[in-house]
């Protein structure tokens, strides 16, 4: 099948999939006012095979140190797939599967497989990363950017995180857990018991940003966007915790958005 635009309907809900601009959702509208902001590199796209920055580019792969291309000197970030295409495996009113292979300058070969299925009060992404040759290191993680403002009042963010990764001066987790600090942030948070994270917009729409995975970076540093971005680790976390993906266990994550009009 083509890598070609694909629009998702449910209720008065609509998404835009695009496979061929690294397998992003392109568009959320819910009864016609847009929830994501627009532009080739916004939108919500997957993070994998690493989310956020790895430190100096390089993680430790087994034995082996692996160099990443530093595309956030002098770091690496947000993985390799956002930046290929991916193929349309099927599609219907409301579902799509996504298919993408890992290849340089990735060290491994694998396949991402992402779901995007929406209902008319919901959307659910589901990620794996399987390999069916040796074991490596990976992350799965969404960053979506929701527009600070739908024509009203500026978008609040309420969550409740059990503890703060410290930032250091390189961005980076120092591996210290602080107490939750008010934003603005560019932060990681753990939340033990899932991710659950409400953007309220005053009078217009509530959608609440959910996944079992307990770690999640919220970003709201710019003047048109938020990011609420579920993930399996923390920045960082092909060196600091790093999960394997082997040809008997793959990595899968799932994150849902769910919303109601105010």
């Known amino acids: 099948m083509s890598d070609d635009n694909i629009t998702l309907t449910a209720g008065d809900a609509e998404v835009t999939v695009q ?17 994501l902001r627009q532009g080739e590199r ?7 095979p690493w989310c956020g920055r790895i430190r100096d580019g390089r993680f430790l792969d087994g034995a082996v ?38 290849v340089d300058p990735w060290p491994h070969p694998g396949r991402v497989t992402q779901v995007v ?10 990620m794996s990363v399987e390999t069916y040759e040796s074991s490596f290191p990976a992350q799965i993680g969404w960053h ?32 210290n857990r ?11 948070f753990g939340m033990p018991g ?22 999640v970076v919220v970003y709201d540093e710019q003047e048109a966007a938020v990011c609420v971005e579920p ?12 999960r394997l993906v082997t040809p008997l266990e793959p990595l899968e994550a799932t994150t849902t958005w769910s919303w109601r009009r105010l």
């Open 19 to 35: 496979p061929g601009n690294g397998g992003r959702v392109g568009g959320l509208r819910i009864g016609g006012v847009e929830v």
């Open 42 to 48: 916004y939108g919500s796209f997957p993070m994998v």
């Open 65 to 102: 140190v692996r160099q990443m291309p530093l595309n956030a000197p002098p770091h690496a970030i947000h993985g390799t797939a956002r930046d290929g295409a991916w193929r349309t495996a099927r599609t219907s009113t409301a579902e799509a599967v996504l298919t993408h292979e890992l």
């Open 117 to 126: 299925a929406l209902a008319e009060d919901a959307l659910t992404l589901t």
């Open 144 to 175: 979506p950017w929701f527009n600070r403002n739908l024509g009203g009042e500026d978008v609040r963010i309420d969550f409740d995180p059990a503890w703060q990764e410290e930032r250091g001066d390189d961005h980076l987790p120092t591996g």
């Open 178 to 188: 602080v107490e939750p600090k008010p934003g603005p942030w560019d932060d990681c």
């Open 194 to 215: 899932g991710v659950d994270v409400t953007l309220t917009w005053p009078g217009q729409l509530e959608l609440k940003v959910a996944s079992r995975q307990e770690w």
């Open 231 to 242: 993930q399996t680790g923390p920045p960082n976390g092909l060196n600091s915790m790093p």
